[in-house]
């Protein structure tokens, strides 16, 4: 019994490591430019088949890193949301909060866990190139999965936009995420330059971010 535990716990710290290393190499060198030798390397792992045991092959890993992260992130939003909604019953007779709150709740999970957690840097690096045209075979692994608490958000706040299309909208919203993405991504590459000035704080970047996010679902539709 006990050595079928310490077994256990060696299976979950060699994943663990591959999780690990994987989306920090794969995240700052590229999905495409990481061989499994590389990630097995990183990790300490002298066996050569310990991806293949563990998640089956490079891309398995990957969607296995996506998953841990996403249904990590959706139990943030799902509980800012709670609280976000509770407190405006109690507070006002209006039900749905303005967009400018529901994008707080959909944004700061994933800024706060990028800012001040690295290996969440990693993930939002890794994750860029994932919504990217050059990341569009994986996709898949991605989108449409454990985001029910965004989809909720998002829906939310469609309810404020009643005048909008919804061809329009379905374009405001993947600009949003993506500028979003990109932004993290942008803000984590310049810190871990040497030398160079990220000149807004953590707490300024982040209103920026918001009033960013906030006024690309808001704003009035401009015709050309």
């Known amino acids: ?59 398995g890993l990957l969607e296995a890193i996506l998953d841990d ?12 949301l709670a609280g976000l909604l509770t407190q405006g019953t109690a507070s006002t007779k209006k039900t749905t909060p303005p967009v400018a709150e529901l994008v707080r709740v959909l944004i700061l999970p994933l800024a706060h866990m990028v800012i001040a957690h690295e290996p ?24 449409g999965k454990h985001d029910g608490t965004a989809v909720a958000i998002i829906q939310l706040c469609r309810t404020q936009q009643p005048d909008l299309d919804p061809v329009h909208w379905e374009q405001r919203v993947r600009d949003m995420m993506t500028f979003t ?5 942008e803000r984590v590459y310049t810190a871990r330059q040497a030398g160079r000035d990220r000149r807004l704080t953590d707490e300024q970047y982040l209103a920026h971010l918001l009033g960013m996010a906030t006024l690309m679902l808001t704003a009035p539709p401009l015709g050309l």
């Not at 992260?69 to 800012?80: E, T, Y």
């Not at 993405?181 to 991504?185: D, F, P, R, T, V």
Request: charge should be positive.
């Open 1 to 59: 019994m006990v050595q079928n535990s310490m077994v256990q716990k060696k299976t979950d710290k060699t994943r663990e490591a591959l999780l690990l290393s994987g989306e920090e190499l794969m995240g700052w060198r590229g999905i495409e430019a990481v061989s499994v030798r590389d990630i097995n390397a990183r990790a300490g792992q002298k066996n050569t088949s310990a991806i293949r045991y563990h998640f089956d092959n490079k891309e």
């Open 69 to 80: 992260r996403m249904v990590h992130l959706d139990r943030l939003r799902a509980d800012a």
């Open 120 to 143: 969440w840097q990693n993930y939002i690096l890794l994750l860029a190139q994932i919504v990217s045209a050059q990341g569009a075979s994986y996709q898949p692994l991605w989108h």
């Open 181 to 185: 993405i990109g932004s993290l991504c």
